[in-house]
Nanobody, 128 residues
């Protein structure tokens, strides 16, 4: 089992920044990738970004088109923490953000079914 705890959500004005953190514990070696997803009210959960624990210094980050260039995912392999730096936030980014862990293959890296473990979510609200 893997436990995931997110932190860092909150209220921010349009154009502002937030940094989310996700700490993984338990049998983390059973997973090889971490992802961030988000879910707005009345909408499906959607992919935001993913990163691999391997993949050299960068972890081969992968982003949804809607956030590419504004968000950055990174990881601390020693402490098993994944970060999501969110810049130039827009009201459309308002959602509950979830951290996920699993063993996705390339075709499932950006899908909910690619991940077996999920955090409880943290609210991000972008509003003036």
């Amino acid at each position: 089992q893997v436990q995931l705890v997110e932190s860092g959500g909150g209220l921010v004005q349009p154009g502002g920044s937030l940094r989310l953190s996700c700490t993984a514990s338990g049998d983390t070696t059973s997973t090889h990738a971490m992802g961030w997803f988000r879910q707005a009210p009345g909408a499906d959960r959607e992919f935001v970004a993913a990163i691999r624990w391997s993949g050299g210094s960068t972890g081969n980050p992968y982003y949804a088109a809607a956030v590419k260039g504004r968000f950055s995912i990174s990881r601390d392999k020693v402490n098993r923490v994944v970060y999501l730096q969110m810049d130039s936030l827009e009201p459309e980014d308002t959602a509950v953000y979830y951290c996920a862990a699993g063993r996705p293959i390339t075709s499932t890296l950006s899908t909910v079914r690619g991940y077996a473990y999920w955090g409880q979510g943290t609210q991000v609200t972008v509003s003036s």
